[in-house]
Each structure stands twice: as C-alpha cells, then as structure tokens.
C-alpha cells in the first residue's frame, strides 16, 4: 500500500480530531508497512492490537461529543464506526488462523486504509462542520 499522507484534505476543522487522524493513519502504515515487510506474527499482531487500541480511543473520542451534543447524524456515524470495529476483529481474526496470507495483506492495506479516508472525507469533515457551527473546540 502507498503510504496515506495527511494533507489539508483530511482536515475536518477541529484540531484534536485532525491531530488524532494522524495518530491512526500513522499507525494505519506501520501495520501495512510490518505486513509488507513479513516482520513476523507476533510483531504483526502487535502492531494490529496497538492500531485497534487507538482506533477505539480516537472513536470514543467522536461520539462522546456526539452524544453530549445530542448530533443530529449520530447513529450513521455510530454505525459506520460499529462497522470498522468489527472489521478489525475479522482482519485479527484471519490473521490469526491465516497468518500475512495475500488476502490479509491486501485487505489491510485496501480496506483500512480507504476507510478510514472516506469516512475522514465525508461523515468527519461533517461532524467537523457541526462542531465549529456549535463553537466547540475539543480541547482534552
Ligand atoms: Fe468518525
């Protein structure tokens, strides 16, 4: 997989949001980058887990302010986070009993990847909009 650069793009307008897409999209190459490479299982795996653990913080994220917000398109955007959630754990899963086959490798580097930028594209960079509109700046 070519690796995903961050670029004003993928900005959604709110800084730690922005700045926790990076964390994952950095991660996101890390673990195409062990799978091309065939560091091994376990450090495949490592990397897996250390990328699902930031995806639920960085989700967890999102929908806290969604749900103090009361957002309008919460439940798409639940639904679509539910939807990657268990895609992970189908791609862990498979790498488990297959190890880095083909069909995992280019799931992972198809699948997360383009995912993860259509959905920073469209329902973030919405969500994004929505939060400026109410003045929030998430700051943790
Ligand atoms: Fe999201």
Redesign the pocket.
């Known amino acids: 997989m070519e690796e995903i650069m961050w670029d004003d793009s993928l900005s959604v307008g709110v800084d730690v949001i922005d700045e926790q897409h990076k964390m994952l999209i950095e991660r996101i190459n890390n673990l195409s980058k062990a799978v091309a490479k065939y560091m091994g299982h376990t450090k495949i795996i490592e990397t897996l887990l250390f990328m699902s653990e930031y995806t639920d913080f ?2 967890s994220t ?1 929908e806290k302010y969604m749900k103090e917000l009361d957002y309008p398109a919460m439940d798409n ?1 639940l639904k ?2 539910e939807e990657f959630k268990a895609m992970l754990s189908t791609l862990e899963e498979d790498f488990k009993e297959d190890g880095a086959t083909k069909v995992v490798s280019k799931s992972i580097n198809t699948f997360l990847g383009n995912w993860l930028i259509n ?2 594209k469209v ?2 960079v919405n ?1 994004g909009k929505f939060l400026r509109d109410k003045g929030v700046t998430m700051v943790e």
């Open positions: 960085h989700f999102e955007h679509q986070h959905h920073i329902v973030d969500f």
